[in-house]
């Protein structure tokens, strides 16, 4: 098991044996600097600790000296097994519940909605740690000099590096894509030898055992809320010396006297699919330790370079001042609080695409509420997918930093879905199509979940739909949109059957729903048709009747959705100047006035009805919520804030707080986003922020620098992409365009935007264009 004793072993042996850190100005001064996280001392705490992950498996790396921990991941590992959570009572109370809210009864209504329409369990299963990996020098504490830990993002290789009693020692920690392993190398120059102790910790019901050359874990995830455990889990390290001598001793494999010490871990569960647990993973951790052992090491790390550098270096950035990269992160954090720091920003960025390729790939889970690194058998909100915005920001970056390949696993979660959802959506409400509230786990939950304060929310399938449509409209390949069209379809036809008539206008309205997590009459959510609901439909209706046209389907369902978004009950502006977040001007009487979560304002982003030029007095509204809500939230909320700033095209406004957001309240030393507690939803929100102050898209149009903060003067971004399946390469220089190259995956008339001028261009398939920037400069 896992003790504190355990976990603090290497930091407090360091502690104890005096270290020095490495020279700062050759350490800071390293190639590379924009793209690396560096420090002068082992973690001590998780949120210090650096990931690397490769989609499906993870690891926190903590960098001790006489005692090196891996916390590890493995992305189907979760409570519980297959259940169906829908409340069987629900429908039938449902109408009783529509009936209050119309008649403003809400507390009544609250009440019944809790005793009737809630999942049974009421909570969602959890996402949990499969274990730590101990590398341990044994002996007594021994002086440390020249110490240093650091992340390359470009090559996605976690080292730490230092000499001990005269020894040069360099751990070099990756995760491979190709071979699906974690790999751990200690190695030493110079005179002297390794000693070292491997073993295996885990709070799972895990028997583990040394046999040979290897290290055998087996056992069963954890049942939960009264639903049975139903997952097997296997984990199979192979401990290889270069010299020396390999025995296994019980639960640890003892190295002596070896030059060097390589570990190549695997880890399965028999999750094969949300309905199906009858996996084999003893089988799989064979395999994969059987495909890698005969790989060299060099090789196998310059695989796993490679495979990573095909996703993250097709884009570059540059911000500018990068000089801050002299300090260690964690100081350079705390420094930002005091200075302007541009590369730091740029440093953000790219930290957000090295953590979206590390926690979502092709056949992995999607990212969750902390990506796929999770120390916690019971984690914060069970580090599940909560897709009233959570989700859904995971995967604002996909796009426009050029990851498509990284939403496969959230366009998976959602067929999915679509499979439970379409049970909830018959057994609760008695519709057609499918439906999905605020959270859903690897089971593919559904049903309303925790209170109906939170979880009465039936929007959460209809918002992750609108991501299909950016696949689509980044990529532009039908192929893909035929695939996802049925799964869009069926989330329009629940609303289709469930809209109801607002008695007091006529318009068509969600109810029973909320606007996440706000309250209007003291503690009470519940409503009709928030504006955040509308806005979703709006969306929803739009784009799935689009798809029905390109694909030359479903004439007759395209019309139909149209003349029900013309019906959906629209925008409000309320006596404050602000955009109403409910159908009734409740906003003032709203007990939290800065609220988290700032769901009225969907419209202007992700979505873009609100527009500065198409609708300046929605944008006007908008605007004033803003400043009424506040700039300082929990850290994707403050992410969110710094997104809609750069829509509203003012980007001083939407550096502050990006610079709230990147120091010591809202980042901690390892760069994580602190809710706090570690949320990963704020990383991507902060690199989607930098992208809008960069580059937007709508339609035809791609706006250039629309927000560009001063701090940002010169700069550059190589390989953004806009919507129209079309890259950008983008120089800047005095806040204007230097250098414009676009280049376009299929035929198609742009327009090129700065400030008020256009410039139209026609672009080719395939070919880079040099856009003339003189025209847009006046």
């Not at 928030?530 to 007759?556: S, V």
Request: glycine fraction near 8%; hydrophobic fraction near 40%; aromatic fraction near 8%.
């Amino acid at each position: 098991m896992v003790t504190r004793r355990t976990i603090l072993e290497g930091t407090l042996m360091l502690a104890a044996g005096a270290y020095v850190p490495a020279p700062l100005a050759a350490a800071g001064a390293r190639k590379g600097a924009g793209h690396r996280l560096w420090y002068r001392q082992p973690a001590q705490e998780w949120t210090q600790a650096l990931p690397i992950g490769n989609g499906r498996i993870g690891a926190m790396v903590f960098g001790g000296v006489e005692t090196e921990r891996l916390q590890l991941n493995e992305d189907t590992l979760w409570s519980s097994g297959p259940y169906e959570p829908v409340n069987p009572r629900a429908r039938e109370a449902l109408p009783d519940v529509r009936r209050l809210i119309a008649e403003g009864r809400f507390v009544e209504a609250h009440e019944l909605a809790n005793a009737r329409l809630m999942a049974t369990p009421l909570v969602q299963m959890a996402y949990q740690s499969f274990g730590d990996l101990f590398l341990t020098m044994p002996g007594p504490p021994a002086p440390v000099r020249d110490y240093e830990r650091a992340l390359d993002l470009d090559s996605a290789i976690a080292t730490t590096r230092f000499i001990r009693n005269g020894v040069r020692h360099e751990r070099t920690m990756f995760a491979s894509s190709r071979q699906q392993l974690l790999v751990v190398r200690h190695a030493i120059s110079g005179e002297g030898t390794l000693d070292l102790d491997v073993r295996l910790a885990s709070a799972q019901e895990m028997t583990v055992t040394a046999q040979g050359d290897r290290l055998i874990a087996r056992g069963r995830n954890r049942a939960a809320h009264g639903v049975a455990a139903a997952l097997r889990v296997a984990g199979l390290m192979q401990v290889q010396s270069e010299g020396g001598t390999l025995t296994a001793e019980e639960d640890r494999i003892v190295v002596r006297r070896a030059r060097a010490v390589t570990v190549l871990v695997a880890m399965g569960t028999s999750f094969r699919r949300f309905d199906d647990v009858s996996g084999d993973p003893d089988a799989l951790v064979r395999d994969w330790i059987a495909a890698a052992q005969p790989i060299p090491f060099a090789q196998l790390q310059a695989e796993a370079i490679a495979e990573h550098r095909r996703l993250y270096r097709r884009v570059r950035i540059d911000l500018g001042d990068d000089s801050g990269a002299a300090l260690p992160t964690d100081e350079r954090i705390q420094a930002a609080q005091t200075r302007d720091d541009p590369g730091l920003a740029a440093l953000y960025f790219n930290y957000g695409r090295y953590l979206l390729i590390g926690s979502s790939r092709p056949g992995s889970q999607a990212s969750n509420l902390q990506g796929i690194w999770n120390d916690s058998i019971d984690p914060p909100w069970g580090s599940k997918y909560t897709i009233n915005i959570n989700t859904q920001m995971n995967y604002w970056p996909a796009e426009v930093t050029a990851l498509p390949e990284c939403v496969e696993p959230l366009v998976r979660l959602v067929r999915e879905l679509a499979v439970s959802g379409a049970r909830t959506a018959r057994e609760m409400y008695g519709a057609r199509g499918w439906v999905a509230h605020h959270n859903t786990d690897l089971w593919r939950a559904s049903a309303p979940i925790d209170e109906a304060s939170w979880g009465l929310w039936p929007m959460g399938g209809a918002w992750l739909c609108t991501h299909l449509w950016e696949r689509w409209d980044y990529g532009r390949d039908e192929a893909f949109l035929r695939t996802v069209y049925p799964l869009m379809r069926g989330a329009a036809l629940f609303f289709v059957d469930t809209l109801q008539t607002d008695p007091r206008t006529g318009l068509l309205v969600t109810s029973p729903s909320l606007s996440p997590e706000n309250m209007h009459h003291g503690k009470i959510t519940l409503c009709a048709g928030p504006a955040m609901d509308q806005q979703i439909l709006r969306d929803l209706f739009d784009q799935t009747a689009r798809a029905a046209d390109i694909l030359d389907t479903d004439a007759d369902f395209a019309a139909q959705l149209r003349a029900l978004r013309a019906r959906l009950a629209p925008d409000h502006i309320g006596a404050q100047g602000q955009l109403q977040e409910w159908q009734e001007d409740w906003d003032a009487q709203a007990p939290d006035p800065h609220h988290r979560h700032v769901s009225h304002l969907y419209g202007l982003f992700p979505s873009q009805q609100i527009d500065l030029d198409a609708t300046p007095a929605l944008a006007a509204a908008a605007r004033k919520s803003l400043e009424l809500r506040g700039d300082k939230a929990t850290g994707w909320a403050t992410a969110w804030r710094a997104s809609l700033w750069a829509r509203l095209r003012e980007g001083d406004h939407a550096h502050d707080i990006l610079r709230f957001l990147l120091g010591p309240e809202r980042t901690y030393p390892n760069m994580f986003d602190a809710h706090p507690p570690f949320q990963i939803d704020g990383n991507f929100g902060g690199t989607t922020a930098i992208a809008e102050m960069l580059v937007q898209s709508r339609g035809d149009e791609i706006l250039l620098l629309p927000a560009l903060p001063s701090a940002w003067p010169q700069g550059s971004v190589h390989g953004l992409r806009v919507r129209g399946a079309c890259a950008l390469d983008l120089t800047w220089r005095a806040g204007k365009p230097a250098r414009l190259m676009l280049i376009s995956d299929i035929d198609a008339d742009r327009v090129v935007r700065f400030g008020p001028r256009r410039l139209a261009v026609s672009l080719k398939a395939g070919r880079a264009y040099r856009v003339p920037v003189a025209p847009l400069l006046g």
